[in-house]
């Protein structure tokens, strides 16, 4: 694992560096958004990066309650941890989306855009539960099940989007298919793989620290 961390970082560090390529200067300019449209290309994948995550989290905390092992526990949370820094993200890149193309950071009336911020703060909340409690097999179980409860909001989240009627937040995957050209889908593509590896390598490089502190507590404990 330590091993392969470095080389998944560097592969990450790659694959964001040719979508940001893809899309400032490959993919074509939209004719009705301009150039605020390029930012699609990122705050989709990273929101679709960051519904993975907390899923991951919660399939985590599943395996915990299922198998009793301790390892998913710290798997769950990293996941958990990731999926709100993307989540985080996806608040950020769509609110500016919103205000360059139609002029708001933020509306309230908008059940996607207020279901994914209720998604967000659920998962925010999953830490202070997790830290009000003493380290400990009731700690990991009580954060799987919150974990668990949590999943299902993303499916609520998600189908929002797809069924809402609006321009605010325009929907480009519809049954015929993705509604761009060629080349704007290959960048999609390229910054969705982009964002996954990196998250992967981020969540990778967060269970190694967090493994490696602990041997090291272990072993200040056993020598004094």
């Known amino acids: 694992m330590t091993n392969s961390v470095p080389a998944l970082a560097a592969l990450a560090a790659a694959l964001v560096g040719v ?7 490959v993919a074509p300019e939209d004719a009705d958004q301009g150039i605020s449209q390029r930012i699609f290309y990122f705050h989709v994948p990273i929101a679709l990066t ?20 301790e390892r998913n526990d710290l798997e769950s949370y990293v996941a958990i941890h990731q999926g709100t820094i993307f989540g985080s993200l996806t608040l950020l890149t769509g609110s500016i989306w919103a205000k360059a193309s139609w002029g708001h950071w933020w509306l309230w009336s908008e059940n996607q855009l207020v279901l994914f911020l209720v998604l967000f703060l659920f998962y925010s909340a999953y830490f202070m539960l997790r830290f009000s409690i003493e380290e400990g097999p009731r700690r990991a ?10 999943v299902v909001l993303i499916p609520v989240s998600f189908l929002a989007i797809r069924l809402a009627e609006n321009i605010i937040h325009p929907t480009v995957f519809t049954r015929d298919g993705p509604q761009m050209t060629g080349v704007m889908f290959l960048t999609f593509c390229i910054a969705w793989l982009a964002m996954s590896v990196l998250a992967y390598a981020l969540y990778r490089l967060e269970l ?7 041997n090291l507590r272990e072993l200040r404990e056993l020598l004094t």
């Open 19 to 25: 979508a940001i390529a893809f899309a400032f200067f």
């Open 50 to 69: 960051a519904y993975a995550c907390f899923g991951w989290g919660a399939y985590k905390g599943l395996l915990l309650l299922w198998r009793k092992d």
């Open 141 to 150: 179980n009580i954060s799987a099940v919150y974990a668990l409860f949590g």
């Open 208 to 214: 190694l620290g967090k493994r490696l502190d602990s």
